[in-house]
Antibody, heavy 121, light 110 residues
Framework: QVQLVQSGAEVKKPGASVKVSCKAS????????MHWVRQAPGQGLEWMGI????????SYAQKFQGRVTMTRDTSTSTVYMELSSLRSEDTAVYYC??????????????WGKGTTVTVSS | QSALTQPASVSGSPGQSITISCTGT?????????VSWYQQHPGKAPKLMIY???NRPSGVSNRFSGSKSGNTASLTISGLQAEDEADYYC??????????FGGGTKLTVL
């Protein structure tokens, strides 16, 4: 079955960077776009960006431009999201989510369980 | 870019129907038939309930339906059940080739 396994919780200091991984299994990794979505405590969902695992092309939300980098490793079917210059407002659960179909890039469908990132001095 | 506009909360009694609205602009909801709806229970990842405005993924109850008129999309849940109590989020593809979520609606089953 399709599964996304994310890396474990992280605690970072302000100004540091964090890199979250998301290992995919159960489908052809390069056929489906992967989204990253975050959710601050008690808040709503916030789309961060998307990566095409086939060619590695990315598109980021304007809010995160210059601070986020999404990459992939096709040999391990893993996508990564790195966020730099962390501040307390980046404390959130970070989700990776595979798109619904190979023809789609706007519908996160299969979600990982989330990775909690805490930014605190 | 601000979130799509959803009511903060809605409520209904078991067996009743409720509708949650999601208002955007002609650059997102009104411009594309790529509106999705997600259900999220506390501490859990979101679950896709509706995609492309009105389509249900396999396994989602037919009590859930979606529609769109102009810049506003709607999710209707009929025959409310206790297990439907959750947060609901809409999302839309945008003219900037990005995704935009709604602020979320807390559904309470009375």
């Amino acid at each position: 079955q399709v599964q996304l396994v994310q890396s474990g919780a992280e605690v970072k200091k302000p100004g540091a960077s964090v890199k979250v991984s998301c290992k995919a299994s159960g489908y052809t990794f390069t056929s489906y776009y992967m989204h990253w979505v975050r959710q601050a405590p008690g808040q709503g969902l916030e789309w961060m960006g998307i990566i095409n695992p086939s060619g590695g092309s990315t598109s980021y939300a304007q809010k995160f431009q210059g601070r986020v980098t999404m990459t992939r490793d096709t040999s391990t079917s893993t996508v990564y999201m790195e966020l730099s210059s962390l501040r307390s407002e980046d404390t959130a659960v970070y989700y990776c989510a595979r798109d619904r179909s190979p023809d789609s890039s706007g519908c996160p469908y299969v979600w990982g369980k989330g990775t909690t990132v805490t930014v605190s001095s | 870019q601000s979130a799509l506009t959803q009511p903060a909360s809605v409520s209904g009694s078991p067996g009743q129907s409720i509708t949650i609205s999601c208002t955007g602009t002609s650059s997102d909801v009104g411009g594309y038939n790529y509106v999705s709806w997600y259900q999220q229970h506390p501490g859990k990842a979101p679950k896709l309930m509706i995609y492309d405005v009105s389509n249900r993924p396999s396994g989602v109850s037919n009590r859930f339906s979606g529609s769109k008129s102009g810049n506003t999309a709607s999710l209707t849940i009929s025959g409310l059940q206790a297990e439907d109590e959750a947060d609901y989020y809409c999302s839309s593809y945008t003219s900037s080739s990005t995704l935009r979520f709604g602020g979320g609606t807390k559904l309470t089953v009375l």
